[in-house]
């Protein structure tokens, strides 16, 4: 948790990036349905190895974007990577070792849970035929799915059905795992498990792309953030840098509030009264712009401030999160 | 470590399941499916059901018309009476079902896209599709012409396991028997042929219904269109009018020609619909 605060919001350049591999790359990738522009051309890499968050409000891209990645869509321009192929045009060298849960999960209504899976299991390239019935166990446990999987999938409820549909993505060992809106449906233990599916995958190696606009969970359980707004990429990088761009200047905890705004107000700093319940104890922020952080608390100290507590204010991601994808007015 | 998976993996390792597999899969999906089962039922009761109708008719007096007609005390003829009749209607229905449920109906259930993912390759799946459809239409051609052997011979019987033909001779069970087989392989190109249509159609749409409308209504308007005189020019490019060829197998001795040319027909019909199909496939998002 370094905190030198870099206060660039823009896209991160790929500059300390490109030395690492890739696991999934886009390039100016850009699509359009009709007039809609669903994706406007986005820069992304994502680190082998890393966990990204992909963020963003209902209908900003980040599905289409995951599937032309996928390469389940044509993108009109641009060019995707997956593992350091090319997509669509590689993707049989890719995909084996990519498991995905998109857009929901899909099976068979009339099928039982181990039954989809084993023929989704089929269709795995790198999954030999003696191994497809250890292999649909392992995942149906593993997203606790061992009790349930020989009722039909149409009578599963919707959290189960989200299990199942990550279970299809975990039936073998991947280098990168997608997941769309992973914990849709799910309960809180639901949640749980999922994350601590992510860590797992993490620990193991892998890559982990993974969509929600869950913000804790990104938080939890990722070392990069994308965030998408309107179609486009309007940040990405590191979750600590991200946060750290998110200071929000100084906060001061003290019970002068109105002689403090003065005194700071007075010495040409933007200071302004943080929002608090009454409960809590009342505070002041003070923007980066002014006076330097030692000289603001002594300026604050010789005005006769009772200062309680002085620190960087580190704004969540839910405010950076919003603040991003607020229109500006 | 990463990096080792990355590259080293990747290289050496098999980039398609195995395609037998696949196939099995796809066997196992479409025998699962409880109306392919209900359907295939139904099949096997239609020549049962033509049977005892022909039994029950046969101790009115008065003669038979048509195909139907000849099945009286001749039971070898039923099979092929079968599925002359059910080839008007009731096969097309099948498989354009079976198309339908192969592409359109893996798109509605979002299971295209994992199969794509897998990755299953587009062409391979394009043939894992047409596989399931061709079984679905040799099982259900092959329920009405088993079904119609035995119904013809338990419950029609007659002509001391002999088949009298439509031009007057017997034939012998054996023969009758093989001919029976080539009604049944003429019967499948022709429904390969539909198959090919509908799944071209079903490569389309993400809506199993749009299917099976286009393929019934198309039958409907090959059947007005050929019934329409200053038409005629139109009737060899139509896929349903070689359709009464199957009942050249009850003459003697065998004609074969227009078996041939519908055949053939057939065989157009099937090189558009694939062609069709896998330029869709290749392209289509999912």
Redesign the interface.
């Given at each position: 948790m370094t905190s030198s605060p870099r206060v660039d919001a823009a896209p991160a350049p790929a500059g300390a990036a490109s030395v690492r591999?890739m696991?999934a790359r886009a390039v100016g990738l850009r699509k359009t349905f009709g007039r809609t522009v669903a994706v406007d051309g986005i820069d992304l890499d994502v680190p082998?190895?890393s966990v990204l968050g992909m963020l963003g409000p209902n209908g900003s891209g980040k599905t289409t974007l995951i599937?032309m990645l996928?390469?389940?869509?044509?993108p009109t321009a641009g060019a995707a990577e997956l593992?350091?192929?090319p997509i669509p045009e590689e993707?049989?060298?890719?995909?084996?070792?990519?498991g995905?849960l998109?857009?929901?999960?899909?099976?068979?209504?009339?099928?039982s849970g181990r039954?989809n899976l084993?023929?989704?299991a089929?269709?795995?390239?790198?999954?030999g035929?003696g191994e497809i019935r250890e292999a649909v166990d392992a995942a149906l446990h593993r997203v606790g799915l061992g009790d349930a999987a020989d009722r039909r999938f149409r009578g599963y409820s919707l959290g189960m059905k989200q299990r199942l549909g990550l279970a299809?993505a975990l039936l073998l060992p991947r280098?990168l795992v997608v997941l769309d809106e992973p914990t849709n449906g799910l309960d809180p233990a639901g949640t749980r498990d999922v994350r601590q599916i992510i860590a797992e995958l993490h620990a193991g190696?892998?890559?982990v792309i993974v969509s929600s606009h869950l913000l804790a969970e990104v938080e939890a359980t990722c070392t990069h953030v994308a965030v998408l707004q309107a179609g486009s990429l309007v940040a990405a990088g590191e979750l600590n840098a991200l946060l750290a761009t998110g200071t929000g200047g100084l906060e001061i905890t003290t019970p002068d509030v109105e002689l403090a705004l003065r005194t700071l107000r007075g010495a040409g700093a933007t200071a302004y009264r943080a929002e608090r319940s009454p409960a809590e104890e009342q505070a002041v922020v003070v923007g980066d712009d002014g006076p330097a952080a030692p000289e603001v608390i002594a300026l604050l100290v010789r005005a006769g401030v009772a200062v309680h507590e002085a620190r960087r204010s580190r704004t969540n991601l839910d405010d950076l999160f919003a603040r991003l994808t607020e229109e500006p007015s | 470590m990463t990096s080792a998976v990355l590259t080293g993996e990747s290289l050496s390792a098999p980039h398609n399941a195995p395609l037998g597999r696949l196939l099995a899969a796809e066997l196992r999906w479409v025998l699962r499916r409880p109306r392919t089962l209900v359907m295939l039922g139904l099949f096997a009761l239609v020549p049962v059901l033509i049977s005892i109708g022909v039994a029950v008719a046969n101790r009115t007096p008065g003669p038979g018309a048509g195909l139907i007609g000849a099945v009286a005390g001749n039971g070898l003829v039923l099979p092929v009476a079968a599925m002359t009749l059910a080839l008007a209607l009731l096969l097309p229905l099948a498989v354009s079902m079976a198309a339908a449920d192969a592409i359109a109906g893996e798109a509605a259930h979002g299971t295209l896209r994992g199969l794509l993912i897998a990755p299953v390759g587009r062409l391979r799946l394009v043939a894992m599709k047409a596989f399931g459809v061709l079984v679905v239409a040799t099982l259900a051609t092959l329920a009405l012409a088993v079904m119609g052997v035995l119904a013809g011979l338990v419950v029609v019987g007659g002509a001391d396991g002999q088949l009298v033909t439509l031009s007057g001779t017997a034939v012998s069970l054996g023969d009758a028997l093989a001919r029976v087989a080539l009604v049944v392989i003429w019967t499948v190109w022709q429904l390969a042929a539909v198959g090919a249509i509908a799944l071209a159609i079903s490569s389309f749409t993400e809506h199993p219904l749009v299917v099976l409308a286009s393929v019934l209504g198309g039958l409907i308007v090959f059947g007005v269109l050929s019934a329409i005189p200053a038409l005629e020019w139109l009737q060899p490019y139509l896929l349903t009018s070689g359709w009464t060829a199957g009942a050249d197998a009850l003459r003697d001795p065998l004609p074969l020609d227009n078996m041939a040319a519908s055949s053939l027909r057939a065989l157009c019909y099937v090189a558009i619909g694939a062609g069709l199909t896998i330029h869709r496939m290749l392209r289509r998002d999912a």
């Open positions: 591999p696991a082998a190895g599937r996928l390469g389940l869509t044509r593992l350091g192929h993707s049989a060298r890719a995909l084996p070792q990519v995905a998109v857009e929901g999960p899909g099976f068979h209504p009339f099928l039954e084993r023929r989704a089929a269709t795995e390239p790198l999954l035929t299809a280098s190696g892998a890559t | -």
